[in-house]
């Protein structure tokens, strides 16, 4: 029944992106529940991957945008298609960043704002969560479960990189339910970067880099053939 729900929550958030967005910036990731993807298998190869280029797992809390990235180039090497989604997260104990949808969408069509801080302007505080949704609807979240750790009664024992990472039917976490609010880009594009963003760069290498990505993928599923180019 999550799953069903969660299905359902991606396909409004992706209308809703659409809506937003005239289309752009959210590439059409249909959703095939009945699709087998071996989730300990790329848990254990993001793991593997964080491990090389990652301290700890303590670096990963309040960096979702971030990580969300690397995550996408990690599956597109496994062949995975996937999209970034953006929302709120539902707890035990409430909700993880208490997003209200009618403003969170009213502040991504307003798009990129500075705010003065100490005299100095800076971008407007990111608000929402964002995760990676995968075709077959699983959840794959780098950061939650390590930002809860550092919350917990016992904080300094560091989570291994396997731990830390939440998907779809994991037990013993305090995760309910991931709500998808936007798919895609549009969050990224909108809100999260401008031209004197220094992530700017990063962020408009994979914008592309993506496009290609899912592209290549959708080309290989319809002539299998062409894979062994």
């Known amino acids: 029944m999550l799953m069903q729900n969660y299905v359902e929550s991606f396909q409004i958030a992706s209308q809703r992106t659409d809506a937003l967005a005239g289309g752009m910036s959210n590439y059409p990731l249909k959703i095939d529940s ?5 989730i300990a298998s790329v848990v254990a190869q993001i793991a593997k991957d964080f491990s090389e280029f ?6 990963l809390p309040g960096q979702c945008f971030r990580i ?3 995550l996408s180039y990690i599956l597109f090497d ?3 298609r996937h999209t970034v989604t953006v929302g709120d997260i539902e707890l035990v104990d409430g909700l993880y960043v208490g997003l209200n949808l009618e403003k969170f969408v009213l502040d991504v069509a307003n798009g990129y704002r500075l705010e003065f801080v100490d005299g100095l302007p800076a971008g407007k505080p990111i608000e929402p969560h964002a995760w990676i949704t995968l075709e077959n609807g699983f959840v794959v979240d780098a950061t939650v479960l390590a930002s809860q750790h550092c919350k917990s009664s016992n904080p ?5 990189f396997e731990d830390a990472l939440y998907f779809t039917g994991k037990p013993n976490t305090r995760v309910i339910r ?3 609010m936007l798919n895609g880009f549009v969050y990224y594009q909108k809100v999260l970067t401008a031209r004197r963003n220094g992530d700017l760069q990063n962020y408009w290498q994979w914008y592309e880099d993506y496009a290609l990505g899912m592209a290549r993928l959708d080309l290989f599923r319809l002539a299998p053939s062409l894979s062994s180019r």
């Open 156 to 160: 300094e024992e560091v989570l291994s």
């Open 54 to 59: 990652l301290p700890h797992t303590d670096v």
């Open 178 to 180: 991931h709500i998808p």
């Open 68 to 70: 969300a990235r690397e």
């Open 34 to 38: 009945g699709l087998t993807i071996n």
């Open 78 to 80: 496994l062949g995975i």
